[in-house]
């Protein structure tokens, strides 16, 4: 079965580092999401591409997240600096999003769960 | 106010009892979804709907777009159903992007 991988599994670190986090989405999905779980937050958008490019990163906090898709096969997220309060679970999703096309659902990686110290 | 609401919060139930998992949002969308979290962490989309109704299994999912108000429906529950059951909804055109989420019900299914 196609899936969505994510590495690593578990991340953790002290406050200060460096975080990348990777996501190989589904061959042949052009759609890319990268979300954010907490308990109180719950589940939430933090940036998405369409085939690589970047449409959507209202949901991430500028001055220390970035995410990029080098490739078709690899998007990162990137903490830097990391604080405490980034520690949660990111999750990477893939989908085959066509313009007109109201049917396709999400496939989700097994998630990142992050803890800065 | 949250855009969109589910209810119950936490639902226990006996093995083989009916389930019914409420979702109301108040903007207009362009397609729900239904997912499943399990206790592992890991996130299953079950449904993407924008109108009617849809079955998988077990799984019932339906919306009327204008009482803007969705439920999800579990035949002959099993304890392998017990997994947390987050609404989502999208207002983009394609209705798979920004999605906005449920705070999520956890079901229980008692053997």
């Known amino acids: 079965d196609a899936r969505v991988t994510q590495t690593p599994r578990h991340k953790v670190t002290e406050m200060g580092q460096e975080v990348t986090m990777r996501c190989q989405p589904i061959?042949?999905?052009?759609?890319v999401f990268w979300y954010r779980q907490t308990m109180m937050q719950g589940l939430e958008l933090l940036a998405y591409?369409?085939?690589?490019?970047?449409?959507?990163d209202s949901g991430m906090p500028k001055d220390r997240f970035s995410a990029e898709m080098p490739d078709a096969t690899l998007a990162t997220l990137k903490i830097q600096p990391s604080e405490p309060r980034d520690s949660a679970v990111y999750f990477c999703?893939?989908?085959?999003?066509?313009?007109?096309?109201?049917?396709?659902?999400?496939?989700f990686g097994s998630g990142t769960q992050l803890s800065v110290l | 106010k949250n855009e969109v609401e589910q209810s119950p919060q936490n639902l226990t139930a006996q093995e083989g009892e009916f389930i019914t998992i409420n979702c109301s949002y108040s903007?207009?969308?362009?397609?729900l979804h239904w997912l499943q979290q399990h206790p592992g962490g890991g996130i299953v989309s079950l449904f993407m709907?924008?109108?009617g109704k849809k079955k998988h299994g077990r799984l019932i999912a339906t919306i009327n777009i204008q009482e803007k108000h969705s439920s999800l429906h579990i035949t002959a529950s099993h304890p392998r159903d017990s997994a947390v059951y987050i609404c989502?909804?999208?207002?983009?055109?394609?209705?798979?992007?920004?999605?906005?989420f449920g705070t999520g019900t956890r079901l229980t299914i008692i053997p």
């Open positions: 999703a893939s989908g085959l999003v066509r313009a007109g096309q109201g049917d396709e659902k999400l496939f």
């Open positions: 061959l042949g999905h052009n759609t």
């Open positions: 591409f369409r085939n690589r490019a970047p449409l959507d």
């Open positions: 903007v207009g969308i362009s397609a």
């Open positions: 709907l924008s109108s």
């Open positions: 989502a909804v999208s207002l983009a055109p394609e209705g798979n992007e920004k999605l906005t």
